[in-house]
């Protein structure tokens, strides 16, 4: 593999890089002291990236609505979970009109005028203290009915709230000009609900239309003024009742044909609204969808309108800071993220202080809320904490990651991250320029590759082949590996360089496992899909090799060199005479105590004078059927004394457990006169 021009950093300036991170390491403590000393520039800076974060969080809902929507929901969701239930509003009740009502009805809409007085009668007999009517009497319907309602609610012995509107284009002009009618000598209020714009969730009570010269008020204050309580001189937020319960609304109520055969003591002295409760019509979406969901999240209009009048009777306000302090809140915040970048530590303990920071203020927000009811922004504030500690640390270490990109350049293609991030950190681990050190080598083949290629649609080869490598290099990274080369199907990779590893034979021999693992796995997908692929063959050895930089001007590669390296391709390319897929070297296999291994043989490799005595690690349940490793050792035992018994038991075996292929592969040799455990193949 090609390492483009990373050869023009030459060795020398890399010895130069490491003695100064070396230095660096000794003098851990001095960075901080010379950041001090050099006060003016570094706290410009300072003061820069706080003043930048700052001010970007606080104008960011204003310029990002999803920013503004998150932060709505969190509110929500905080509200609906966390605030202190309060008892069901008892000065409030519903009169709902839902289906069960107008199946009573002769029609559905209009709703019965008739029925309406009915209504009104029995609230009036009952000494209601006032009552708000959610409903837009914009048509006539029988004209007996319609004087007869509008006389009830003129002769009311309480304050009367009719609804109407406002907004332009609701209407037309004849029934705007029917409600105006209706409307005289009654008491209106406009039933428009504010909506958030972000999300269409109502946030605001409607205290008066504006630009309204008959300066018409919203339904909740019209009642409020009714009964003579002062109301607020522009609209506020919606600071909604929370339930008793999650399943008990925040106020009684009764479907309103039920309501003239209860007790008239249930509604004495009570404001009545009466409205609809229907599934599809005047329901809006509220704040408690964010915890309870859309459906029931969503309430009918007139639900909203208690919950408005309830807070006007209190005279509450939603809770929340007002401007300044919020913009004070979120300076302090950035103020403390920048102070934990600048704390003379650790990466790793500002790292562990930064979540510590944010799981603190989140901690504080909701405390403050419950406790509180105050409403503190979750997202602002989060988002100054973290900009200002980054940008500190981005500050702080710019001349340390120019000093380390050699290593970032060079390795990032074939070591994983973690190593990589390892060596960054401590450049001392690496020793570049040519060395002797032991190695465990790991090589890979996907068989019949290459009649694959000539049959399938390239499109499709390339997507697969991607796929596959990029699962197999995953996994290498995965043990700590660095991967040698990708030659077409095949990954060579190995373990031990660059940063020492004392248990490299047990991490190349876990990750040809898994390896082996996501190889038929993938291949089982293949075939489902209708594109066979063959099986990955897997060799693994230890050894001694010679590892390092090697190439020249134009060509840079991280690589070994040595005998072991090939004995370990040739382990790989031996899986096929066997019947395996993982051949591992007996002396790779001697240090993984903890995992089991059947003896091959003696390999005599070509060019070989001695065997290398070989295993196949044993994997539970593989291909379907347990593979009885005291008859094999038997077997084997016996084939090793060249006892005659030896084809017997290997025939046993096999017709016991016909997807044994190492069995298979020694009774064949058997019976073609081969006798003993060494096995002359004369692979390459």
């Given amino acids: 593999m090609g390492r483009g021009n990373d050869s023009a950093f030459g060795h020398a300036d890399y010895r130069m890089t490491q003695e100064h991170a070396e230095q660096k390491a000794k003098n851990g403590s001095r960075r901080w002291v010379e950041f001090r000393q050099v006060s003016t520039r570094n706290l410009i800076a ?30 929500d969701f905080r509200f609906t979970v966390l605030s202190k239930p309060q008892p069901i509003d008892p000065r409030i009740v519903i009169a709902a009109i839902n289906e069960e009502t107008l199946a009573t009805m002769a029609y559905r809409s209009p709703v019965d005028r008739g029925f309406l007085k009915k209504l009104l009668e029995h609230l009036a007999l009952s000494k209601v203290r006032a009552v708000g009517i959610d409903i837009l009497f914009d048509q006539p ?94 609209s506020l937020g919606l600071a909604y009742r929370p339930p008793p319960n999650s399943t008990t609304p925040s106020f009684k109520v009764f479907p309103a044909h039920v309501i003239p055969l209860l007790p008239k003591k249930w509604f004495a002295g009570k404001i009545v609204l009466i409205g609809a409760d229907l599934p599809l019509i005047d329901r809006h979406r509220t704040v ?14 007139v639900l909203i ?29 950035a103020m403390l993220g920048m102070l934990v970048a600048l704390l003379d530590t650790s990466i790793f303990a500002k790292g562990i202080l930064f979540v510590g920071g944010i799981v603190f203020l989140w901690s504080l927000i909701l405390l403050v809320f419950r406790y509180n009811q105050l409403v503190l922004p979750f997202l602002t ?12 640390i981005a500050y702080l270490g710019h001349h340390d990651r120019v000093q380390k990109k050699f290593i970032q350049r060079t390795f990032s293609r074939y070591l994983s991250p973690a190593i990589v991030e390892l060596l960054i950190a401590r450049p001392s681990e690496l020793k570049v320029g040519g060395e002797r050190r032991e190695l465990t080598y790991l090589f890979t083949d996907l068989t019949d590759f290459t009649s694959l290629t000539e049959k399938s649609n390239p499109e499709v080869l390339v997507e697969l082949l991607n796929k596959y490598i990029d699962g197999m290099c995953s996994i290498v990274f995965k043990h700590d590996g660095t991967v040698d080369k990708i030659i077409g199907d095949a990954v060579c990779a190995f373990f031990g360089a660059p ?41 693994v050895h230890s050894g001694i090799a010679t590892i390092g930089n090697f190439g020249g001007n134009s060509f840079f590669d991280y690589t070994a060199f040595g005998d072991m390296v090939n004995t370990a391709a040739r382990l790989e390319s031996i899986n096929k005479h066997l019947g395996t897929r993982i051949c591992i070297s007996e002396i790779t296999a001697a240090k993984c105590a903890e995992l089991k291994f059947r003896p091959v043989g003696n390999l005599m490799l070509k060019g070989k004078s001695q065997g290398l ?63 003993g455990i060494t096995i002359d193949l004369g692979v390459k």
């Avoid at 504030?381 to 500190?392: E, L």
Wanted: proline share 5%.
């Fill in 499 to 539: 940063v020492d590893q004392l248990d490299h034979c047990q991490r190349a021999v876990a990750c040809a496992l898994e390896l082996d693992r996501f190889a038929q796995e993938f291949a089982a997908r293949q075939a489902g899909l209708g594109m066979p692929i063959g099986v990955t063959r897997i060799g």
């Fill in 613 to 675: 005595a070989a295993v196949e690690p044993v994997i539970e349940n593989d291909g379907g059927s347990m593979i009885d490793i005291s008859a094999y050792m038997a077997a084997f035992e016996a084939m090793k004394r060249g006892e005659t018994g030896a084809i017997e038991a290997f025939e046993r075996i096999v017709a016991d457990y016909p997807g044994d292929r190492l069995a298979a592969f020694h009774l064949q040799r058997l019976k073609s006169g081969d006798t």
């Fill in 305 to 333: 309108h208690a919950h408005a009048l309830s807070q006007l009777l209190d005279d509450r306000q939603l809770p929340g800071l007002n401007p300044q302090l919020a913009w004070a809140f979120i300076l302090s915040l």
């Fill in 141 to 234: 319907t029988e004209s007996a009915k319609d004087e007869a309602l509008r006389k009830t609610i003129t002769d009311f012995p309480a304050p009367v709230i009719i609804a109407s509107t406002g907004t332009k284009g609701i209407l037309t002009a004849a029934q705007q000009a029917f409600l105006t009618k209706f409307s005289q000598g009654v008491l209106t209020g406009d039933v428009n609900l504010i909506k958030d714009s972000a999300d269409g969730t109502v946030r605001g009570i409607f205290v008066q239309r504006p630009g309204s010269k008959q300066r018409q008020p919203g339904f909740a204050t019209a009642l409020v003024a009714a009964l003579g309580q002062p109301v607020p001189k522009s």
């Fill in 381 to 392: 504030p989060s988002f100054a904490f973290t900009a200002s500690f980054v940008g500190g």
């Fill in 46 to 75: 300072v003061v820069l990236i706080i003043t930048v974060t700052t001010l970007v969080a606080g104008v960011l809902p204003r310029v990002i609505p999803g920013v503004q929507m998150l932060e709505n929901w969190l509110s």
């Fill in 288 to 301: 408690f969808s964010a915890a309870r969901g859309i459906k029931e999240g969503n309430m009918p209009g």
